[in-house]
């Protein structure tokens, strides 16, 4: 694509500078000038003027951060429309360069336009000179006229290159205005929000103190009714620990002193996160020119204040311990035996079915053969009969105009019956010969199925016999198998249940820590651990009790649903055979008899 619309640019270049021959002048009565497009100069206005990251370098948001300053940004503008002048001088002083830049492209502009009028004028005299003399009154008139109308084509042609110039100008001057006065716009409205934002935030510091010890109170008291909820469920509503209530007694005055060192830390806090949240809330009100937008960066104002007196400091977790109750779901029962059916296989019926099957194919061949030679026979002699009488009706050629006697006429005949009843013989024993070569092939064919079907059948009978004589071995095999799949399975039982185990342990000891702390020294919180601990693990060997417990009732059945089970079942398919009885019969025609031996 490049490269076409290259191409383009250079026949229409080649046309506008290219100047018509006299002939044309002449059709013109000499009023021939460059073509308009030839006046054509397309100022290079990039998009990049209207782009408000142009001008990174002479714009900037507000308010910067300020690392000299104790505040996070630089100090408030009181002077909003002063701060705003500046930037527009700024932008003013960038328009100039551009407009500087594109007024340097005037010149070689002007000197391209020149070139080409000169040489114009110049063909204009030369062509004119062919018409009327150089020094006549005319041909000076004439020229004077034609330079008038160059020249004004020219001053045309440089006011319109201004024009376009300013117009670019008055673009992105539209363009900059439209910056300045969202500033601005942005600019008032921070002010008012910041002003009403510091004004609420003073309200709300004078109840922030007494909604967090609210909150306090009742955060410690759903502590403590969550641990007495998490106990009664992991002991089924009947917590067997003999000193719970003196633990709870315990617990409870432990809430109680953090709850008064976390007000009174409270308490020194509040008035210095006012303050800085004024000043990060000023700082993260930010307008700036980067994209042409203005806007509150709520993300990091958050991320900048960690804490604030709306969020209390006081950080516990919930954790919730479900009952363990370790389970095996034993499988299903062995099936009882059943009644085992006499398992036999008998060679002889299969080999008698083959041998019926064998006599079948024979006689169905048999069949077809002597189908086959009968239509041969039908065909010699209907063949017989046709050729004798079209015998009949044939003379010998004549000698010398002399009409054969009826002696020679019949002589004649006679030797054509012979040869007629020669070739008929010749033709009856060439496909009888054909037929007989078909019969022996199918034959091959049928006595090979039949020793194959039977060698199927001995295979069958050694796959059978072999089998009956592995059922014991396949009995001991299996109970072997099935002791080590027991062993297998008990010991992924203790894996997953010691995995359980720890599990649980792991959750309650994060809900015992969170719950009570790291640092207990009251010996009846300790208690409720240890006694928890010791609950579990007898579950566990509770269910591995019950897992041997099943396995020594239900082996000897399995054992036993085996060896009912395998079943030496033989399955006998003897494959059939294709028979396509297929002889092409292909007559040889009469005529080819005449034209052989008349």
Not at 38 to 49: A, E, G, K, M, V
Not at 137 to 150: D, I, P, R
Not at 545 to 556: N, Q
Request: proline share 4%; charged share 30%; with cysteine.
């Amino acid at each position: 694509m490049k490269f076409f619309a290259v191409f383009l640019a250079f026949v229409v270049a080649t046309q506008a500078s290219s100047i018509p021959g006299y002939s044309y002048w002449c059709s013109r009565n000499f009023c021939v000038y460059p073509t308009p497009n030839s006046y054509c100069y397309r100022l290079p206005f990039s998009q990049n003027w209207c782009n408000a990251k142009y001008y990174a370098d002479c714009l900037r948001e507000y308010p910067c951060p300020d690392p000299s300053s104790k505040n996070m940004c630089e100090e408030e503008q009181e002077d909003i429309a002063g701060f705003v002048e500046t930037f527009r001088v700024k932008l003013e002083t960038k328009r100039g360069k551009i407009q500087t830049a594109l007024e340097k492209k005037l010149a070689p502009f002007e000197r391209t336009v020149q070139n080409l009028h000169a040489r114009y004028l110049s063909t204009f005299k030369c062509y004119l000179a062919k018409v009327l003399c150089k020094t006549s009154e005319a041909y000076c008139t004439k020229v004077e006229k034609y330079e008038e109308k160059l020249d004004d084509l020219e001053c045309d042609a440089v006011e319109k290159f201004n024009k376009d110039v300013q117009k670019i100008i008055d673009q992105i001057k539209c363009f900059h205005e439209q910056l300045l006065s969202r500033f601005q716009t942005c600019l008032d409205t921070r002010k008012c929000r910041v002003d009403a934002y510091c004004s609420g935030l003073e309200q709300k510091s004078g109840d922030a103190q007494e909604k967090y010890e609210q909150c306090l109170t009742a955060h410690m008291t759903k502590r403590k009714e969550w641990v007495e909820c998490i106990f009664g469920v992991i002991y089924e509503d009947t917590i067997k620990t003999t000193t719970f209530a003196e633990a709870m007694v315990a617990y409870q005055a432990m809430l109680d002193s953090d709850k008064k060192w976390y007000v009174k830390d409270f308490k020194k806090k509040i008035e210095a996160a006012v303050e800085q949240l004024k000043d990060c809330y000023r700082c993260n009100y930010k307008c700036y020119f980067n994209t042409g937008c203005y806007g509150f960066n709520r993300r990091s104002f958050r991320k900048t204040i960690k804490c604030l007196p709306a969020a209390p400091q006081y950080n516990y977790k919930l954790i919730r311990v479900c009952v363990f109750n370790p389970e095996w779901k034993a499988p299903c029962p062995a099936p009882e035996p059943k009644d085992k059916d006499t398992e036999e296989f008998v060679k002889s019926t299969y080999l008698a079915c083959i041998d019926t099957t064998y006599e079948k194919y024979l006689k169905a061949l048999s069949d077809k053969i002597i189908e086959w030679k009968l239509q041969v026979t039908t065909w010699k002699g209907e063949s017989d009969i046709c050729l004798k009488a079209t015998i009949a009706t044939m003379k010998p050629k004549s000698k010398c105009g002399t009409p054969p006697s009826p002696a020679a006429i019949a002589t004649y005949q006679e030797k054509l019956v012979q040869k007629a009843e020669t070739w008929l013989d010749n033709y009856e024993c060439r496909f009888v010969a054909q037929i007989d070569a078909v019969d022996s092939k199918w034959c091959r064919i049928i006595e090979s199925w039949k020793t194959k079907s039977e060698s199927y059948i001995t295979k069958v009978e050694q796959q059978f016999n072999c089998c009956m004589s592995s059922k014991t071995s396949k009995s001991c095999s299996y109970e072997a198998v099935l002791d080590r799949k027991i062993c297998q399975l008990r010991q992924q039982l203790c894996r997953k249940l010691q995995t359980m185990l720890a599990q649980h342990k792991q959750l309650f000891t994060s809900f015992y820590q969170c719950s009570f702390g790291c640092k207990i020294t009251d010996d009846n919180i300790k208690l409720l651990k240890t006694d928890y601990i010791t609950c579990i693990k007898e579950k566990v060997e509770a269910v591995l009790t019950e897992f041997d417990a099943f396995w020594c009732l239900e082996k000897p059945k399995y054992v036993a649903a085996y060896v009912c089970g395998i079943k030496c079942t033989p399955k006998v398919s003897i494959p059939g055979l294709r028979t396509n009885w297929q002889w092409r019969f292909c007559k040889p025609s009469l005529s080819s008899f005449f034209r052989s031996y008349c």
